[in-house]
């Protein structure tokens, strides 16, 4: 079944939207941008920086806005109107499409030398980015770096796209289509649940490790990479699903029809598992929730103190989100599947938990495999589920992730009904 996006009409009524347009040539998909944001009745104000205007005009920009495009830091006329903290403070959200390696670096190094860059420090609304670059670019460690800085600071990144690029490269780098972006802007301002024209069935899936903080500048956390969460959600969104992604903080583009949450700790996955699992048809907990957190975080980095050895921490538990999502009742609560690391014993260990946490679905992975699981673009799982007849299992051997992710969602599918198409 193709993915289809939702129509974002009437969706920004009233929201002041202000955007960024940085240089490269996928300048030209801000022009459409711009309309789909006018057309969903938002409110556009455009700011470009020197570069930009080589690939589009700012006469072009301001037709369709109907506004005076800002593309001077220092311009008298404007400074003596809304300057440039007012135009921050206007805003019920930035977004900035496309944005640039060189732009991405500048905004993570917090400088302020432009128009841009300087509301971008300024703004304290929703901030949302779609890079466009090269694919060796993206790909660079730096350009990972970067926009992994970015989710941290707060900024939700849309895409990259992968495909044919205008240099004649393939691969991911190309920015996402309008229409994805602006249904990612209109995710962030209007929650999901408030979209009721899409008639596909909803599927909540978890991805990634969490931070609990122990102090401002440490936190428990552990080696999930968040590649089979998200792998999941693409396989989803193939068989027909409209997915959610909840996210701990990863270096993964988010995929394509997807939209994406991000979270820090497993209190804050807990609150939006909890507030989308009950309009949901199908919730998958792949994410490597931390088991405990710090008691009382320190509001200060904690020193070293001469006189002792050792640190002593109180940790408390964290709440477990799949068996709270689990013990929804109907027909609040959604087929559940759920995910257990181990490192022998698959079958007992994944039934036991199958049966303790009211699961509908387990897939049980041997971390102690090397080669597969944490970080590795492969995996192999045991799938485990419960019949009127017992327990089943299905054996899914080493693959690739996105290859395992399809056979989850194929056994998924195989044992409820959810108006979705199997791959099979």
């Not at 995910?339 to 679905?361: P, S």
Request: net charge negative; hydrophobic share 45%; proline share 6%.
């Amino acid at each position: 079944m193709a993915s289809h996006l939702n129509s974002p009409a009437s969706t920004l009524a009233g929201k002041r939207i202000l955007l960024g347009v940085s240089a490269g040539i996928a300048a030209y998909k801000s022009a459409q941008i711009t309309r789909l944001i006018k057309q969903a009745g938002g409110d556009v104000r455009v700011v470009m920086t020197d570069g930009a205007q080589a690939f589009i005009t700012p006469l072009t920009l301001q037709a369709l806005s109907g506004e005076a495009v800002r593309t001077s830091l220092l311009d008298p006329e404007a400074e003596a109107g809304m300057g440039h903290i007012e135009l921050a403070r206007w805003a019920d959200a930035l977004l900035i499409a496309p944005a640039t390696a060189d732009l991405i670096a500048r905004l993570v190094h917090g400088l302020a030398d432009d128009l841009l860059t300087t509301l971008s420090l300024a703004c304290e609304a929703p901030r949302l980015i779609a890079p466009a670059m090269n694919q060796a670019m993206w790909r660079h460690p730096a350009s990972q770096r970067n926009a992994r800085k970015l989710v941290e600071d707060g900024w939700q990144v849309i895409g990259p796209a992968a495909g044919e690029q205008a240099c004649g490269d393939v691969g991911p780098g190309r920015m996402s289509e309008p229409e994805e972006i602006v249904q990612a802007l209109t995710d962030k301002l209007a929650p999901p649940l408030a979209m009721t024209n899409d008639e596909r069935p909803h599927a909540v899936i978890t991805a990634g490790p969490t931070r609990e903080p122990l102090d401002p500048v440490r936190y428990l956390t552990n080696k999930s990479s968040g590649k089979m969460g998200y792998a999941l959600a693409t396989a989803a969104v193939e068989a027909g699903f409209r997915v959610t992604l909840i996210s701990g903080p990863v270096s993964l583009a988010t995929p394509s029809g997807v939209t994406r949450i991000d979270v820090e700790s497993a209190l804050d996955m807990q609150r939006e598992a909890l507030r989308l699992a009950p309009h949901a048809a199908l919730f998958i907990g792949c994410a490597a929730v931390a088991d405990y957190r710090a008691e009382h975080p320190a509001e200060h980095k904690i020193k070293k103190t001469g006189d002792s050895d050792t640190l002593t921490l109180t940790l408390v538990k964290n709440p477990d989100i799949i068996a709270e999502v689990a013990a929804l009742k109907a027909p609040a609560r959604p087929f559940v599947v759920g995910f257990a690391a181990e490192t022998r014993e698959l079958e007992r260990y994944a039934a036991d938990k199958l049966a303790r946490k009211n699961l509908d679905m387990i897939v049980a992975n041997d971390v102690s495999r090397e080669g597969l699981g944490f970080g590795s673009d492969d995996n192999a799982a045991l799938l485990v589920w419960q019949t009127p007849q017992g327990i089943e299992c299905q054996s899914a051997p080493a693959q690739s992730k996105r290859m395992l992710a399809r056979a989850i969602i194929d056994q998924a599918l195989s044992l409820t009904n959810f108006n979705a198409e199997p791959f099979s």
